[in-house]
């Protein structure tokens, strides 16, 4: 196998130790020097010195847990570094049991065997750090909120039925009421605001409960740790927003998509960053993010059409900003979402949405342009010309010369050509028109008007009769016997001029055979290959 890097090194990584392997090629044979280092800075230093005293130009490493970052730091740009997925390592064939993992990374490095992972630059990582550490708190944040609930229906006060926040300034208040033994439903709705919808008869009817020692300790207990969450996401807040003066142009171009606010923005820009060459195509990007399908196929059967794993934690922020963008009234999303949730359910719907929206993110930040919204009526337009095409070359397929023209405001009308000739239809016979006795006449055919091109076509389809299907030329002559050996039985399958007998029944498709012999979903060209073979 072809040679890349005559002078590499593999790194095996773990919480205390790094063992390095050094694969170097001298005097036409291969040399493997292995050491181990600790992971201090002070021996990571040592690792790099080593490193670049075997000469080595690439480093390649395992991603394990979060030990490879500083391992990283400190060798970014004095090498080449490549990141491998250790699933994608563990999927190479050859491992022998004798080699330790440095020496297998750096022999796979050499022969250029490793997928390089997708690693952003320090500013990036830096900022994404903080972006998850925020949705941690904020996921804390709403299980506290959820106690809270818990709390206040084993007491029960019905305070969710008639406030949208529990932890709203009228919940926050009643709340601190409870905490301070109050009790009283007239006291408790005093406190609360007067832009609640609720009338004031509901609201003490809800806040009627048994409210014991216990309630009040976790109300106390929950709402603290909420207001200790809510101050700890101010503080995060202004740390990105100082890291984020040389993004906040992506950022703002990246808030005029529909269903994009800020926070949403943000993530984009912390988990792909904006520097889009790392990806070759937009669509390298999708599957890179686990919103596509997986590649689940064998033996022409397409067995999962699930999304493959990808980067969770941008996943599930375009999840989130495809429903609001699904639930906007107007917009190409929208009309997307509504065009495949009638077919393929809300579920795979919105993960197409999110799809499009990290494609058109991914325009937006490499061209460094705002959004601009195909409209609601994108797939209208699509059918129309589709139409449009499909029902000219049918006309043309009859004999006529089409010329379209946009139609005048308020004429529904088909227009007609400039220059009024009259085009050759099947009427039109060699030998002149018809006789009053055996039919109309060929002027009143001519001024006989089509109000749409539908209308056109449905009528000769009347005149004209059905094109008979052409026969597949891979199906051997009518009457031929396909004999197929499935599960020590063999099934006999007789070919028809239009379809299949087998077992006194007539099928249309092999496929619909090849299913009733296997109980599953086959390609039935796929599943009789052999015998379409050896019969033909």
Known sequence: MEVLHERCAGLDVHKDTVVACARCLEGGTWRHTVKTFGTTTKALLALADWLAEQGCTHVAMEATGVYWKPVWHILEGSFELVLANAAHIRNVPGRKTDVNDATW??????????????????????????????????RERARHVQRIQKALE???????????????????????????????????????????????????EALLGYVRAPHRFLFK??????????????????????????????????????????????????????????????GHLVSWAGLCPRNDESAGKRRSTRVRMGALWLKTNLVQAAWCAARTKTGYLRAQFLRLKSRRGPKKAIVAVAASMLTAAFYMIRDDVDYRDPGSDYFDRIDKAKSTSRLVGRL??????????????????????????????????????HSEAGGKSTAAKENTPADTLEHVEDIFAKRTPPAKPERDPRLPPPGTILRKAYKANVHEVTVLLAGFEYRGQRYTSLSKVAKHITGTSWNGYQFFRQELTTAQ
């Open 105 to 138: 990374i750096a022999n796979l490095l050499a022969h250029g065997l490793i997928r390089a992972s997708f690693v952003p630059p320090t500013a990036i990582q830096d900022l994404r750090t903080l972006m998850r550490t925020r949705k941690q708190l904020v």
């Open 154 to 204: 084993d007491a029960n006060i019905k305070l969710a039925s008639v406030v949208s926040d529990v932890v709203g300034a009228s919940g926050r208040a009643i709340l601190r009421e409870f905490i301070m033994g109050t009790t009283d439903p007239e006291a408790l709705v005093a406190v609360t605001n007067s832009r609640l919808h609720a009338t004031r008869d509901t609201l003490v």
């Open 221 to 282: 207990l929950h709402l603290g740790q909420i207001e200790g969450l809510e101050k700890a996401l101010e503080a995060v807040d202004k740390q990105v927003n100082a890291l984020l003066d040389r993004f906040r142009g992506r950022v703002a171009r990246l808030m005029t998509m529909p269903g994009v606010d800020e926070v949403v923005a943000r993530v984009l820009v912390s988990e792909i960053g904006i520097d889009m060459t790392r990806f070759p195509t937009a």
């Open 396 to 433: 043309r397929h009859l004999g006529y010369e089409v010329t379209l023209a946009e139609a005048v405001a308020g004429d529904t009308g088909v227009a007609r050509e400039a220059s009024g000739a009259t085009p050759v239809t099947p009427d039109h016979a060699e030998g002149g028109s």
